[in-house]
């Protein structure tokens, strides 16, 4: 909540920028993104929602601007990470299975991007105009290049196909987290029957096991 009436400056505009964000940050730690509202945001930032929408035109624009925000966060947090996790004197399979390894750990402590993640196209890049959309899908195109420079730095075999496999990394990530949160239903199917548990996914051992498969077959048809 701010201590003024009305933004009148570009600080003070940017100051009720930063408290939306931070507010619907707040909220997702909470809940789902499916139960983020606009009503129950605007009441816990202390604006009216007409207000709110004068500095985000959606829900889902504040949300993509949160996942940037994530995002970047955890691709700034990359780079020393893999250079605790990954042996450069390693084989190329064991280099990918530490690859894999270092990126789904470092996403099993990031929820609420794994969240937006994997509501991105389905929800996110819905309900916002073509600017938002393309102001948003820039940063992800910079997002992607960054984990792709680290790639091609910790895995030089990939050579020009690190983008292209760092897009399906990501694509990955939103699906296997989705699937590795089964719904209230689904858990109570698999307590009366555990036999359905064989599709039961944990988080990140599935998706060591996707990215790292991933990273193989790029690496072969890069040599190919």
């Known amino acids: 909540m701010t201590n003024f009436q009305r933004a009148r400056s570009e600080e003070q505009r940017a100051v009720r920028r930063r408290a939306i964000l931070d507010t619907t940050a707040a909220m997702l730690d909470e809940m789902p993104i499916g139960e983020i509202s606009l009503n129950e945001l605007s009441r816990r930032v202390g604006l009216a929602k007409s207000n709110v929408l004068r500095y985000f035109e959606s829900r889902e624009a504040i949300l993509l601007e949160l996942l940037d925000r994530a995002w970047r966060q955890w691709v700034a947090d990359l780079p020393a990470l893999m250079h605790t996790g990954i042996d450069q004197d390693a084989p190329v399979c064991r280099r990918a299975e530490q690859f894999a390894a270092v990126v789904a750990d470092s996403l099993a402590q990031r929820r609420v991007l794994c969240d937006l993640l994997s509501a991105q196209a389905g929800v996110l890049e819905h309900n916002v105009s073509p600017q938002v959309a393309a102001r948003y899908k820039r940063a992800a195109v910079a997002n992607v290049t960054d984990i792709a420079a680290l790639a ?5 075999e990939l050579g020009d196909s ?48 996707m990215l790292t498969t991933l990273i193989a077959g790029t690496i072969v048809r890069a040599s190919a």
């Not at 091609?152 to 030089?156: A, E, K, S, V």
């Not at 983008?163 to 590795?180: D, F, K, R, Y």
């Open 162 to 209: 690190a983008p292209q496999l760092t897009a399906a990394m990501i694509m990955a990530v939103g699906a296997v987290w989705t699937h590795a949160r089964p719904s209230p239903a689904m858990l109570a199917a698999y307590e009366a029957d555990p036999s359905l548990t064989a599709f039961k996914l944990d988080f990140v051992t599935a998706l060591r096991e």
């Open 152 to 156: 091609q730095q910790h895995l030089p």
